[in-house]
């Protein structure tokens, strides 16, 4: 007879724990929730003190039975639930639902919380059981029913008052607002001119740039000089007084120290990922729960990270000693502070029992493991060991330099520049960039005050002000976290629900409002004002953290949301039309009825038509290019492939296209440019070759000429070269603003990387000479580095 049974929620978390318990303990999975709120309306009863209705989800009703049938042959189960708010609640609906069943009679029920899977952490759960946390439960259950009387209360009067199909949610909405009111920001903002005067000097053999900072005794600020011709009259006059040297004034030089990024958060992991891996927030959060769980690496499943849904950047005394010796090890003591680093979480709300997300051991290095890991695992679990580790060493030491450079008696010109001096946890990491891309920026030579200067050329550059960006993943999910809008374990799910919904679109990672996302977003602005607020929805998640700490109570804040809420709900129903949301006024007459012409949502978007519709039906597209007569251009000298008829130039959704005049029976079409062929042949099938092409949306991409019957597909523009690590057939030329010109293998699980050319940024900050040698180097680094592991 078994005497103990473990529930978890996964079977890789099971096997992992089973390795750690051994044969007393049987250990099954839920498979997550068990049992949901009714999936419909009503689920919270509001008249009945917000009753919750609650359904076994019928896809897991078997795990039950399971359940049931073990706990006849043990006495004590232990409910090894995730640690948080959602752990808390299935280990509690578990505990409700085989209470009911009579499965718990004469056995004792314990509740066991780790934040690692480790042997350690696992036994010291089992030997120091609790009780379920009601306080916990309520604020999952709060925020569950929060969620359920927006969704099923506002949804449908969107369904009314926009289309069908479409939802609201108390998190998603704030979210989509944001990036609504960024693309207006974008549509609103109007660039101005400005010129940068730039001295190219040198002095002692070497290059260096320095900016005009004085003219005329008057500082120069960004549009001070905002035309060319300005510009050279600036240029000439300097290039006088000048006469080929300038003069140093004075140099100072300092000493600042930068200190390493506190370990990673739920958020912080998920924006390094983006910026450095290329990883969506969902793909983030599954490889993280893979490493969390555990991973076969030759001595049995081992959790390699700690729990990943966290917002403390605590760490166990236990992981400091052990990261503090390795530093010591292997960097030596001159990287390790003398007393252990200490971080304060910026969040109000956060939970400080969690620990932040690190290895389960410091000992346990990347390359020690890379052949158990697939190559995704790999590098989320090579970016947290780094970043823990750099967060404990010492800081870093950078020696910035800046010289006045005197031209004539009342211009001025600054260059600065900067060295590493001591890199401390730079030698590990570097929040934001690559390890790669760390360099020292615009050398200057030693200069002292009185020395002369060789002026070589005054530049004049152009410049535009440009738009704030649109929101990636990972900058929707900082301001996200600024605005304490959702929580840990829900941005990646807020990303993911805007995106089904078709609200906003991904493009070269960046979100897109659709005309639905905002007109939805419109819709509740104007309507719903207060509860799309942002400030709002902190304060609400901030009482919902204060129900989980025991400090409010659950019911009357569903009340209190609830009661005003409602009314607003009737209000609009009753009072606003259909045509009031979907529909904008133009000056414009209709040219069929001269009744006035609105713009109008349809299925494809935004168009212009009639306001009397449907006793009216002239339509046309917002594009004017859309609105010309569509009268079918013959293709000559052409015929259709499939039947011989003749060819014509035809109109779609997506624009110009060439089909069949013997549409319908013949339904040939292709594209109205031929895309362009690269001469590479494809690496898949070895028949086709790879072409140009451009999607419906305008992106470029490169596919195989035999698709549908090959379907291999890349984003960048192939390279007829063999990957000298993998051997494939065929690389990728990579442009980027970060990492410059690259040459790449499009093979997921091969990371071979050569920089052909470096960032413009570098070519800017420093003379050419300097930059080449720069790469130079960097290019000789990594050979050396490629032959050691070859030799490993």
Known sequence: MTKNLVIVESPAKSKTLQKYLGKEFSILASYGHVRDLLPKSGSGDTENGFA????????????????????KKAHTLYLALDPDREGEAIA???????????ALKNKMVHRVVFHE?????????????????????????????????????????????????????????????????????????????????????KAKKQGFNARLTKYEN?????????????????????????????????????????????PFITSTLQQEAVHKLGFSAKQTMMIAQQLYEGIEIGMGTTGLITYMRTDSVSLANEALEEIRAFIAKHYGKDDLPDAPRVFKTKSKNAQEAHEAIRPTSAMRTPESIKTYLSAQQYKLYALIWKRTIACQMIHADIFTVSVDLLCGSDNMFRATGSTIANPGFIKVYQEGTDLEEIKEEN??????????????????????????PRYSEASLVKVLEEHDIGRPSTYAAIISTIQYRKYAILEQKRFHPTDVGRIVTKFLTTYFTQYVDYDFTAHLEGQLDAVSRGETVWVPLLEKFWVPFKKQIDKIEKDVKRSDVTQEKTDEKCPTCSAPLVIRLGRNGKFIGCSTYPECDYTRSLNPEENEPDTPEIVEGRKCPDCSSDLQIRRGRYGKFIGCTNYPKCKHIEPLEKPADTGVRCPECHKGTILKRKSRYGKIFYSCSRYPDCKYAVWYEPIDEVCPKCKWPML???????RGTEHACPQKNCDYVKVVQAPERADKSAPKEVAEKKAAKKTTAKKKIAKKKAKK
């Open 52 to 71: 919750m209705r609650y359904q076994v989800i019928e896809k897991n009703a078997q795990r039950l039975d399971d359940i049931c049938k073990a706990l």
């Open 92 to 102: 509690w609906h578990l505990y409700d639902m085989l209470q009911e069943k009579g």
């Open 218 to 262: 008057e500082k120069v600020e960004q549009f001070t000089v905002t035309e060319e011709k300005q510009a050279k009259e600036i240029k000439t006059k300097l290039t006088r007084a000048a006469k080929g040297k300038l003069v140093v004034e004075q140099v100072e030089q300092k000493m600042r120290k930068r200190h390493p990024a506190p």
């Open 732 to 738: 990728m030329l990579k442009i980027t603003k970060r």
């Open 443 to 468: 050398l200057l030579p030693e200069l002292k005050k009185g020395d002369v200067v060789d002026l070589l050329d005054i530049l004049c550059d152009q410049h535009f002000t440009e738009p704030p």
């Open 117 to 201: 899977i480790t042997k350690t952490a696992v036994q010291h759960a089992i030997e120091n059981p609790r009780q379920i946390d009601m306080n916990l439960v309520n604020a999952q259950q709060a925020r569950r029913a929060l969620d359920y009387l927006v969704g099923f209360t506002l949804s449908p009067l969107l369904w009314k008052k926009v289309r069908t199909g479409l939802s609201a949610g108390r998190v998603q909405s704030p979210a989509l607002r944001l990036i609504v009111e960024r693309e207006e920001e974008i549509e609103a903002f109007k660039s101005r001119e400005y010129w940068t005067v730039v001295a190219d000097c």
